[in-house]
């Protein structure tokens, strides 16, 4: 029997044909709800107004949802780098990847790209990958990307980027002096950043400072009553799409009630889609410390657990933090264990307080991953 092959360019068609259509039902929701869309770049050209090529438009209140963008690189080389969307159509598969940054989008391509055979080095200026997140599930994760072939190196610091002999290759210092990779790509992975450079924020009377607009509670501009952010432009929240519908829902709110409705990230979920994945909500261990906060810590390794070898799971842990005075959960953080399932109910007992008592004390359907929530705590 011969050995199965991947066919990338039909997994990349796949991809598109899943979200063909969105961006027309989206515009057929607006026009049927009587919004007027205008396409183009907008730019400010007053407090409460805003210019899209001959067209001027004033409004009562103005809401930037601008997205973001690729952050930029500043080294040489620098017109060599491949972003996120170019990853996500290119139908022919290199033979060597190097990403540059160990956040979520290195994490998650290079595990993509190396299950397809793909050569991957991450390469990190931090000591730790996904630095927000808790250090022993980035480390465990860490450990399954490298088992998976995957080379990461953390600390170093990125010198340039040339051409050489048909490839590219990335210059970099670590602790051990200069080294350099060769790859046939070469990705920023260095994250995102607020796309508001090009709206003339200065004419708006925009309080902002690097890259970032300046807000209050309220989703506001803390300059300009007429203006309110949401998305990925809002300075300290996740740069996540539920979150910017949560953000546009309160910013909505705020226009029509006026400004009494802040947003809550308290109880927000994220997951890192790698396999396994890492699911994390609330405080680390670290922060919860540095907080002086009375904490319980549950550290828990399910791999020889029944339901992480049923499914043959490369990695199953969690670690739950709980305020030891009130039986509150204040954190949670698991790798592998369908945790970007589970996570969503440990968000669920946060905003609502249910204590760490009563999520462990529930009766749970049997045998399912969720059945193990009480042996977590």
């Given at each position: 029997?011969?050995?199965?092959?991947?066919?990338?360019?039909?997994?990349?068609?796949?991809?598109?044909?899943?979200?063909?259509?969105?961006?027309?039902?989206?515009?057929?929701?607006?026009?049927?709800?009587?919004?007027?869309?205008?396409?183009?770049?907008?730019?400010?050209?007053?407090?409460?107004?805003?210019?899209?090529?001959?067209?001027?438009?004033?409004?009562?209140?103005?809401?930037?949802?601008?997205?973001?963008?690729?952050?930029?690189?500043?080294?040489?080389?620098?017109?060599?780098?491949?972003?996120?969307?170019d990853l996500l159509s290119a139908i022919e598969l290199p033979n060597s990847i190097v990403f540059i940054g160990g956040g979520v989008i290195s994490l998650e391509f290079g595990h993509v790209y190396s299950r397809a055979g793909v050569e991957v080095t991450i390469l990190e200026v931090l000591p730790?990958?996904?630095?927000?997140?808790?250090?022993?599930?980035?480390?465990?994760?860490?450990?399954?990307?490298?088992?998976?072939?995957?080379?990461?190196?953390?600390?170093?610091?990125?010198?340039?980027?040339?051409?050489?002999?048909?490839?590219?290759?990335?210059?970099?210092a670590n602790e051990g002096g200069d080294r350099s990779v060769d790859a046939d790509w070469i990705v920023n992975g260095a994250g995102r950043v607020a796309n508001i450079d090009q709206l003339d924020l200065a004419a708006a009377t925009l309080d902002h400072a690097g890259g970032l607009i300046h807000i209050d509670p309220f989703l506001r501009s803390t300059s300009n009553p007429h203006v309110y952010v949401c998305g990925d432009v809002v300075p300290n929240s996740p740069q996540l799409s539920p979150i910017a519908t949560y953000e546009g829902n309160i910013v909505g709110r705020n226009i029509v009630e006026g400004p009494i409705h802040r947003p809550d990230?308290?109880?927000?979920?994220?997951?890192?889609?790698?396999?396994?994945?890492?699911?994390?909500?609330?405080?680390?261990?670290?922060?919860?410390?540095?907080?002086?906060?009375?904490?319980?810590?549950?550290?828990?390794?399910?791999?020889?657990?029944?339901?992480?070898?049923?499914?043959?799971?490369?990695?199953?842990?969690?670690?739950?933090?709980v305020d030891d005075s009130s039986d509150q959960i204040i954190g949670a953080h698991l790798v592998g264990h369908s945790g970007e399932e589970l996570i969503n109910i440990f968000a669920l007992a946060m905003a609502h307080g249910i204590t760490a008592g009563d999520i462990k004390n529930k009766i749970y359907a049997y045998p399912t991953f969720s059945s193990d929530i009480k042996n977590l705590l």
């Open positions: 029997m011969s050995k199965p092959e991947l066919d990338w360019a039909a997994l990349i068609g796949r991809e598109k044909r899943l979200i063909q259509g969105i961006p027309e039902r989206l515009e057929a929701t607006l026009l049927n709800r009587g919004v007027e869309l205008v396409r183009g770049k907008g730019r400010f050209v007053s407090p409460n107004a805003i210019r899209v090529g001959d067209r001027f438009l004033e409004a009562k209140h103005i809401v930037v949802a601008t997205g973001s963008r690729p952050r930029p690189l500043e080294i040489p080389g620098a017109e060599f780098l491949k972003v996120s969307d730790q990958l996904l630095p927000a997140l808790d250090s022993d599930a980035v480390a465990l994760l860490e450990q399954q990307s490298e088992g998976i072939g995957i080379q990461i190196e953390t600390g170093v610091r990125i010198k340039g980027i040339q051409e050489t002999e048909g490839q590219l290759r990335v210059r970099y990230y308290a109880s927000v979920p994220n997951s890192v889609y790698t396999v396994p994945a890492l699911a994390s909500l609330g405080l680390t261990e670290r922060a919860a410390r540095e907080k002086g906060c009375p904490i319980r810590v549950h550290k828990t390794d399910m791999a020889e657990w029944l339901s992480a070898r049923t499914y043959a799971e490369p990695a199953a842990w969690a670690k739950i933090i």
